[in-house]
Nanobody, 124 residues
Framework: QVQLVESGGGLVEAGDSLRLSCAAS????????MGWFRQAPGKEREFVAA????????YYPDSVKGRFTISRDNAKNTVYLQMNSLKPEDTAVYYC?????????????????WGQGTQVTVSS
């Protein structure tokens, strides 16, 4: 069992940066692939980033590639999402997720555990 708690969201202006954190409980954090997703009102949950258990492999969709960076610190049981050059279309609730499969999945159903989400609002 893994419990996830996101933090770091807030209201920023376009072009600003934010760093989200996701703290995980449990001793097996390093065994999980970690992902970030987001969901805007009236839209489906959207893949944002994923990182392998070792931190060596990452994957991003084109919409955030070059602006967002996912990283993890297994000693601290924490995964991060550094978001730069934020745009109004990045506004959403951001969720972190943990998956036991050894693949960088973009599909929400392939992740086993989810946090409660943190709101990110980018004003124009």
């Amino acid at each position: 069992q893994v419990q996830l708690v996101e933090s770091g969201g807030g209201l920023v202006e376009a072009g600003d940066s934010l760093r989200l954190s996701c703290a995980a409980s449990g001793r097996t954090f390093s065994r999980y692939t970690m992902g970030w997703f987001r969901q805007a009102p009236g839209k489906e949950r959207e893949f944002v980033a994923a990182i392998s258990w070792s931190g060596i492999n990452t994957y991003y969709p084109d919409s955030v590639k070059g602006r967002f960076t996912i990283s993890r610190d297994n000693a601290k049981n924490t995964v991060y999402l550094q978001m730069n050059s934020l745009k109004p279309e990045d506004t959403a609730v951001y969720y972190c997720a943990a998956g036991s499969r050894m693949v960088l999945s973009t599909t929400p159903r392939e992740y086993d555990y989810w946090g409660q989400g943190t709101q990110v609002t980018v004003s124009s």
